[in-house]
């Protein structure tokens, strides 16, 4: 049988994804010290974890609604309300689903035709396009640069703008870079969207990840804004809940009732044991929250620090968990770099080309791991530089 006449041809053309690609190096190695996965390094806090145990203790393994609990959407809006000024409706404007990651898909497969265009900036987490392309749009690669801090140029956006652009992705905070945009900042892209018909996708994973005292501002929150803009957002970064798979997405009603359709049909309804944990999380999960950030924060300014000494240039990451060193002046693609550095010192980062052509000659670090940890990778790294 020849699959390939049968299978997809969106699917056959569809490229693996870099990280996993580099993963898969890793099989097998041993003593190795990591600092590739974008994961919390810290338990899901036992009251949250004690929240799920409860409902399985009292029997409430059945389905919820295909939104989620009423619940959970009400302490979503609480949370969104509480902490970044921002009020959706919990019975039709909030679907909770299984990871951010189903939230940007549905997102996406609710919107996209073929021949739409959707604007992705990169340097970015790497789902973006290759579920834009097997929703049937076409994505436009935006490249950020170093010199603008990874952020997204209003004046770049407006030249990428065609008469198929359909959607815009606001993929901050960054992973992998750490850059985050400024309310001001946010202005700019704001006005050059404001008499279109282009939604936004903003991917708000990381908005309780910032430092250097700025706080996150939802492009929802802007004035006219809210109106095309889907939020996507989740448990797994903020509550280090991972594992629990637990997302939600926030639009108005007429977009949310075509999402849920898909939702419906591919899912039926989010894990019903996270739902309840995420309910204590939202509730009273401020303080891990300012417990975790604390910490992240210390290991940024550390490890800002270690790779400047090294002489390792990088800006400064103000949001995500990660950093994006320039590795260019060793003379060695991204890649290269990446697998010189795993096979002969046994240090492992991400090639800053698995995040789109305009991370190459950079890396992604993640800080998501201990001061310890952080320790032994840069001796390594420099151990490395200097044989080069």
Known sequence: MDYSKILSKTIQGTQKSGIRKYFDLLDGMTDVVGLTIGQPDFV????IREAGIESLEKGKTYYTSNAGTLELRQEIDAYL?????ISYDPESEIIVTVGGSEAIDIALRAVLEPGDEI?????????????????????????????????LNPEALKAAITPRTKMLVLPYPNNPTG????????????????????????????????????????????????ERTIIVSGFSKS????????????????????????????????????????????????????MMVDEYNRRRRYIYKGLKNIGIDSFEPEGAFYIFPNIGQFGLSSEEFCNRLLYEKKCAIIPGEAFGKGGEGFARISYAYS??????????????????
């Open 44 to 47: 899901t806090p036992w009251h």
């Open 81 to 85: 309300t509480r902490r970044f000024n």
């Open 119 to 151: 604007i992705v900036p990169t340097p970015s987490f790497v789902c973006y396009a290759p579920l834009a392309s097997m929703a049937g749009g076409t994505p436009v690669i935006l490249e950020t640069t170093a010199k603008d801090r990874f952020k």
């Open 179 to 226: 850059a985050i945009m400024t309310k001001e900042e946010l202005e700019d892209i704001a006005e050059v969207l404001r008499d279109t018909n282009i939604l936004v996708l903003s991917d708000e994973i990381y908005a309780e990840m910032t430092y250097c005292g700025k706080k996150h501002v939802s492009f929802a929150s802007l004035e006219g804004m809210k």
């Open 239 to 290: 509550y280090a809940m991972t594992g629990w798979r637990l997302g939600y997405l926030c639009a108005p009603r007429e977009l949310t009732e075509q999402m849920l359709k898909i939702h419906q049909y591919a899912i039926m309804s989010s894990p019903t044991t996270a739902q309840f944990a995420a309910v204590e999380a939202l509730r009273n999960g401020d303080g891990d929250i300012k």
């Open 371 to 388: 001061i310890e940890h952080i320790t032994q990778a840069l001796e390594r790294i420099e151990a490395f530089v200097k044989t080069l």
